[in-house]
């Protein structure tokens, strides 16, 4: 009866030892998650940011004001332009 006992009382207290250790990788495992999750959160709040800069450094009328500005670039004038189509090799005029 004594090996009996002592032997559940191993069992019980390797059970509780196994529960403590779950705990603990469980309460590691949701830390890190949600630092992934923050992590996620302001990359996809600086992606965001990314794209409105984007947006604004590549807007069509700043494009045209520097080209003019910096590079001395003007808008051809009608009789110089030159349309192509895609279905004929030579260009229009």
């Known amino acids: 009866m004594m090996r009996l006992a002592l032997v559940l009382l191993a069992v019980?207290?390797?059970?509780?030892?196994?529960?403590?250790?779950l705990q603990y990788q469980s309460r590691k495992l949701v830390t890190a998650q949600e630092r992934?999750?923050?992590?996620?959160?302001?990359?996809?709040?600086?992606?965001?940011?990314?794209?409105?800069?984007?947006s604004t450094w590549a807007a069509p009328a700043r494009v045209e004001k520097i080209a003019h500005e910096r590079l001395g670039m003007v808008t051809p004038a009608r009789?110089?332009?030159?349309?192509?189509?895609?279905?004929?090799?030579?260009?229009?005029?």
């Open 12 to 21: 019980v207290v390797l059970s509780a030892l196994g529960v403590v250790k």
């Open 36 to 54: 992934e999750q923050s992590h996620t959160h302001a990359l996809e709040t600086e992606w965001t940011q990314l794209q409105l800069e984007n």
């Open 79 to 93: 009789d110089n332009l030159v349309s192509l189509d895609s279905a004929s090799p030579e260009p229009a005029r």
